[in-house]
């Protein structure tokens, strides 16, 4: 914001009076300019403004979606059509829309190959099993079936020790 500055020679307690009235007038005037702008920024604008941005962008709100995810949904919408097909943009479309880490997997063999299979843990499968869905059949590639695999974490724990080996090297001729 702009810092309004008198003449030096228009100095005392009713003029700066007058300057701060005047700066926070044109702190509001430039705030009432830049409303519309902020609007097409779905992380600040209005709930009503998010809505017709989602209408634009193809996005619609799944029941039970929380308002932080809708807005990153609706923000990464354009990036996540150009990343959907590929697995390098499948992996970052959900880190893009904080699910996480996911392994996929292809052609996998004795398998048919039409199978993908996408590794997740199982909170990321608990906490969000719309989503996943939503995401898989928009930007998910055609004609292909998706499995879910869940990895748990396991916490183990090794111990090395020195064996001290001894080793010989022996040669025999004729």
């Known amino acids: 914001m702009m810092d309004l500055k008198l003449p030096f020679w228009l100095s005392g307690p009713q003029l700066s009076k007058l300057r701060k009235a005047c700066q926070h007038f044109w702190e509001r005037v430039e705030d ?4 519309p702008v902020r609007q097409l920024d779905p992380e600040t604008c209005i709930p009503g403004a998010l809505h017709l941005l989602a209408w634009q962008r193809g996005v619609e709100r799944f029941e ?4 932080r995810l809708y ?3 609706v923000k ?9 097909g590929s697995v390098a943009g499948l992996k970052r479309i959900f880190e893009r829309l904080l699910i996480g880490y996911v392994e996929i997997e292809e052609r996998m063999p004795n398998r048919d190959w039409d199978v993908i299979k996408l590794h997740l ?5 608990a906490d969000h099993p719309e989503l996943l869905q939503i995401i898989l059949r928009k930007y998910g590639r055609l004609c292909r079936r998706y499995e879910f695999e869940v990895l748990t974490p396991i916490q183990a724990q090794l111990r090395s020790a020195d064996c001290g080996h001894d080793n010989g090297y022996l040669t025999a001729s004729l």
Do not use: H, I
Not at 76 to 84: G, I, K, L, R, T
């Open 64 to 67: 039970g979606e929380s308002m």
């Open 76 to 84: 990464y919408a354009f990036v996540n059509a150009q990343d959907a």
């Open 121 to 125: 843990t199982d909170s990321q499968l």
């Open 32 to 35: 009432w300019l830049y409303w």
């Open 71 to 73: 807005r990153l949904r």
